[in-house]
């Protein structure tokens, strides 16, 4: 079992920026981790991803060019830095980790953490 702890979700103003962070207990070169997100009321949705291997990155279209996730392996964290924030970017932010290579699908991943609260106001 993978423990994922995030943090870092406040209460942000509008083209504000935030950094998220997640901490897994353990990972090991094969598997991926990302960044899913779910607002209220709304499906839980891709964001990014990273390979832990080769540090491979994947976004939505949603937040390429304002998103940015990084890894430190030697920390077993990943990172989510978060620019030109706006509110439709509010949502709880989940980490999660899949066993095999980086998936947009949710039912790929097999570990989750308990998620973060990001909120844009406008």
């Known amino acids: 079992q993978v423990q994922l702890v995030e943090s870092g979700g406040e209460l942000v103003q509008a083209g504000g920026s935030l950094r998220l962070s997640c901490a897994a207990s353990?990972?090991?070169?094969?598997?991926?981790m990302a960044w899913f997100r779910q607002a209220s009321g709304k499906d839980r949705e891709f964001v990014a991803g990273?390979?832990?291997?080769?540090?491979?990155?994947f976004y939505s279209d949603s937040v390429k060019g304002r998103f940015s996730i990084s890894r430190d392996t030697a920390k077993n964290t990943i990172y989510l830095q978060m620019n030109s924030l706006n509110p439709e970017d509010t949502a709880r932010y989940y980490c999660?980790?899949?066993?095999?290579?980086?998936?947009?699908?949710?039912?790929?991943?097999?570990?989750w953490g308990q998620g973060t609260q990001v909120t844009v106001s406008s």
């Open positions: 353990w990972i090991l070169r094969s598997y991926g």
């Open positions: 999660a980790v899949t066993r095999t290579t980086v998936s947009r699908r949710r039912d790929d991943y097999n570990y």
């Open positions: 990273i390979e832990w291997s080769s540090g491979n990155i």
